[in-house]
């Protein structure tokens, strides 16, 4: 498994604080909290006034109901209300019964005779009978007679303690149930903190992996780049700052290798350059003595073997050709060995695409001119640029042996100039693809293989690039692409 890196652990470990330092935070001061109104709301002080004020309320209720059947004892005792029973005077009875009703508790008085049959009745307005709980109770009087009441007790009393007496229980075992419960909740918080933390580990490590990796890619393609791979590429992932320095990393090394293939080839074509020289000067020294050798030969025999003539005339012919084709090669080998410094100046290219056509009339019927639109400035050597097209427009009708049209198109690309020769010919063989620019290649009878050599340094002297690409369903493009507007670099 791959090493966990410095900058990983700190985003881990940062993302680990900001998730734990606040969590334990909170838990401390919710615990705190808690306990602070556990002792201001449930402690003994408030259990035990809460248990009084069920006793008060139990108190005054009994108060209540004794207080009635005090009152009702008391006239049973009367010796005036006695009497008035005894006598049967029962209007004398009416009024102490109805002072009985000024208690709160008592609903309903009725006095009886011994024979049950009903004497007086004094009652208050019918209470609510949701409203109040009533009881009866009867009180026997010494001759017989009876006084039967009625005592009610309002039910929001009744309610209200029983409901306090609720609380109370309920209090308690709150307060017994506390401790454990409160290791339970933090038995729960615990695992629930634990997950959160994990989690921020996870996170942490991904978020911290998906960015390392993409630097820890840039790190390594730069120690293969520093040592001499320079075909080494990072993938562009993001649109964040990794993928846009992945990005510039990328075209860097695009535009160091150009430089470097650039300055390789330029210095191989300089040794080529040397030995053309060397080629074309042992070369053409021999031929003048060879021609001049053969020609006195040729001259200077007498006999009358016709069939030797003969043949003296066929060697003079095969001489005299050879000797012609090698002063070619030797012409293009000094052309080649040769070749001036490029001296640019400002060029419209339309201008200079057109004028070399102009200049080479022997192309007029079968090379035609597809200009740009716009006008496009670009520094150039006209006298070495127009060898190049001469170089390509030659290539592109020798690989058109059907005398099929062939274009050259003047075009932008971005910040560069591109001159293209296009033909409709035999297109590229698999080995002409990969040495087409080097010097002595060549698939023609009588071609000395330096012709694109000459053009690819020459645009190469000019900060240009050139390539060969397919031009379908027939034939080759050739792309000359030239910074627009910038100095060509110093010539190599
Ligand atoms: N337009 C083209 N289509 C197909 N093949 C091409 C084209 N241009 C160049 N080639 C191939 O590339 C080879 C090298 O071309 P180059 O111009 O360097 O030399 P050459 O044309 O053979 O010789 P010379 O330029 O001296 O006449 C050619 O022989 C040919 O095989
Ligand atoms: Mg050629």
């Not at 109104?37 to 002080?45: A, E, I, K, P, T």
């Not at 005339?313 to 070749?339: G, N, Y």
Request: hydrophobic share 45%; net charge neutral.
């Amino acid at each position: 498994m791959r090493r966990i890196g410095k900058f990983e652990w700190k985003i881990v470990l940062a993302l680990l604080l900001t998730a734990a330092a606040p969590l334990l935070f909170t838990a401390i001061m919710v615990d705190r909290l808690v306990g602070e109104s556990m002792s201001v709301g449930v402690n003994d002080r408030v259990l035990d006034a809460l248990r009084q004020s069920v006793d008060l309320y139990k108190e005054v209720i009994e108060t209540r109901l004794r207080l009635a059947r005090t009152q009702i004892l008391a006239l049973a005792d009367d010796e005036a209300f006695l009497k008035a029973v005894q006598k049967g005077a029962f209007d004398e009875v009416r009024e102490p019964l109805r002072e009985l009703l000024q208690t709160p508790a008592i609903q309903r008085v009725r006095l009886l005779r011994k024979d049950s049959v009903l004497v007086e009745e004094e009652r208050k307005p019918p209470p609510d009978p949701a409203g109040v709980k009533s009881r009866s109770d009867v009180f026997d009087l010494p001759g017989g007679e009876r006084i039967e009441a009625v005592l009610v007790i309002a039910r929001s009393f009744l309610e209200g303690a029983d409901s306090l007496r609720e609380l109370v229980v309920t209090l308690e075992s709150f307060q017994t149930n506390f401790q454990p419960w409160k290791l339970a909740y933090y038995r729960v918080f615990l695992f629930i903190y634990f997950w959160i933390l994990l989690m921020a580990v996870v996170l942490g490590y991904l978020l911290a992996r998906s960015v390392t990796r993409r630097v820890a890619q840039l790190v390594s393609a730069t120690r293969r780049a520093t040592t001499g791979d320079l075909a080494v590429r990072v993938p562009v992932r993001g649109r964040d700052e990794i993928g846009s320095l992945a990005e510039s990393f990328n075209r860097m090394l695009d535009e160091i290798q150009r430089t470097r293939d650039r300055i390789v080839y330029l210095e191989k074509v300089s040794s080529w350059q040397e030995i053309a020289r060397r080629l074309a000067h042992e070369i053409k020294n021999p031929l003048t003595p060879i021609q001049l050798a053969m020609q006195e030969l040729h001259k200077s025999y007498r006999g009358e073997d016709s069939s030797f003539t003969a043949k003296l005339d066929q060697s003079l012919e095969i001489v005299e050709e050879e000797v012609a084709t090698l002063r070619r090669m030797v012409e293009t080998f000094s052309e080649f060995a040769k070749l001036p410094d490029v001296q640019t100046i400002p060029v419209e290219l339309n201008e200079f695409a057109a004028d070399f056509l102009r200049k080479n009339p022997q192309f007029a019927s079968r090379v035609s001119l597809q200009p740009l639109r716009e006008r496009l400035e670009i520094r150039l050597d006209p006298m070495l640029m127009g060898r190049v097209l001469m170089n390509l427009v030659n290539n592109a009708l020798d690989a058109s042996p059907g005398g099929e049209p062939v274009e050259i198109r003047v075009g932008r690309e971005g910040e560069f100039g591109v001159l293209q020769v296009a033909d409709r010919g035999v297109g590229l063989s698999e080995e002409a693809r990969g040495r087409l620019f080097q010097p002595y290649f060549t698939t023609k009878a009588h071609g000395t293989g330096l012709g694109l050599a000459i053009v690819k340094k020459i645009v190469l002297q000019h900060g240009g690039e050139i390539f060969a690409r397919d031009n379908p369903p027939r034939g080759t493009v050739f792309c000359v692409r030239l910074r627009a507007g910038s100095t060509p670099p110093a010539n190599a």
